[in-house]
């Protein structure tokens, strides 16, 4: 079954920086993607950045502005985001998603796993 925890949420101020983790277990090949997606309150979920489980290739949405850098360290199964230059408009609880269709997306319905997200908050 497959599985996903994010963690590395927390409390920054405007300006700053947080690392969030998303350690996945179950997937029986590398034909996967990851993607993180955030949600505000009121505001639909959205994508933020998605990595194959295949060869790393990476895809942003455009409103990351270069501040978001995803990663993943396969060895240890587990995949970052590192938030850069965080801005108040940035929280949000944070997803990891999984899914085994081999599609660099952020298209929320590609996602089959998800995980219970992890709340990012950034103070003005």
């Known amino acids: 079954e497959v599985q996903l925890v994010e963690s590395g949420g927390g409390l920054v101020q405007a300006g700053g920086s947080l690392r969030l983790s998303c350690a996945a277990s179950g997937f029986t090949s590398d034909d996967y993607v990851i993607g993180w997606f955030r949600q505000a309150p009121g505001k639909e979920r959205e994508g933020v950045a998605c990595i194959t489980g295949h060869d790393g290739s990476t895809y942003y949405a455009n409103f990351v502005k270069g501040r978001f850098t995803i990663s993943s360290d396969n060895a240890k199964n587990t995949v970052y985001l590192q938030m850069n230059s965080l801005r108040p408009e940035d929280t949000a609880v944070y997803y990891c998603?999984?899914?085994?269709?081999?599609?660099?997306?952020?298209?929320?319905?590609?996602?089959?796993?998800w995980g219970q997200g992890t709340q990012v908050t950034v103070s003005s």
């Open positions: 998603a999984g899914t085994k269709r081999a599609l660099l997306r952020l298209w929320v319905s590609l996602y089959a796993y």
